[in-house]
């Protein structure tokens, strides 16, 4: 991943990179304004005067990186087609280290995220964040299926095949309810989300891959049947 805070431009940024450092060497438990400060080139009691909490300092690292993120969408930063776009979402969520890419997240970062999610279960303000990261990444989804789905058809126009009757899969999918790119979205969320969970709590990760083929296989059969308004 690029680094996100190679030239920080004010103080805020130069905390906000010593506490990514430090986050993604100690992770959240292990965690202090100390060892945040041990990061900082700057004095230590200069992050005392910005933040008034551990916790606090976080969520801003957090929201500034969502800023980012959102900001790279906005710029069509991610030069991949869209379908490789959704598998590549899916990998970097599964199996962060076997995606070389620029942007995809750093192992040690996403094992942290893990951490910080589950604040979210009793924390309000971790919660907000979350609810926030999740429409933002919703919307990224959803506009990847719509532009996937279009190319899908592109692809297919002309052709006799039905798609879900060629994989096996008519009785399963569609069924004349309309299938829509946010209920693609939101799956394939759904199921990178508990990768993520699974890859970070657990030693081995030799399934990521199947998972990430599975997908694939889903994307194959569903976005031909995708109605996009």
Known sequence: MNDPFSE????????????????CRYGYADLTIQRIGGEFEKSPTLIYHHYGSKDELLIDLLTYL?????????????????????LAYVRAMCDPSELNHEDAPDAPFLRAVVELRTQATHDPAYREHFDRSDRVFGRFLERSVREAAEA????????????????GLDGGLGGG?????????????????????????????????????????????????????
């Open 66 to 86: 969502l800023d980012d993120f959102e900001e790279a969408i906005s710029a069509g930063s991610f030069d991949l087609p869209p379908r490789q776009r959704l």
């Open 8 to 23: 920080p431009s004010d103080s805020r940024e130069e905390i906000l990179k010593a506490a990514y450092g430090a986050l």
């Open 152 to 167: 899908s058809e592109s692809s297919t126009a002309g052709t006799d095949g039905d798609p879900a009757v060629d994989a």
């Open 177 to 229: 309810e309309v299938i829509t790119p946010s209920a693609v979205a939101g799956l394939i969320m759904t199921v990178a989300s508990g990768g993520t969970f699974r890859w970070a709590t657990t030693s081995e990760n030799d399934w990521a891959g199947d998972v990430v083929d599975e997908v694939a296989r889903y994307l194959d059969v569903v976005l031909p049947l995708v109605v996009v308004e």
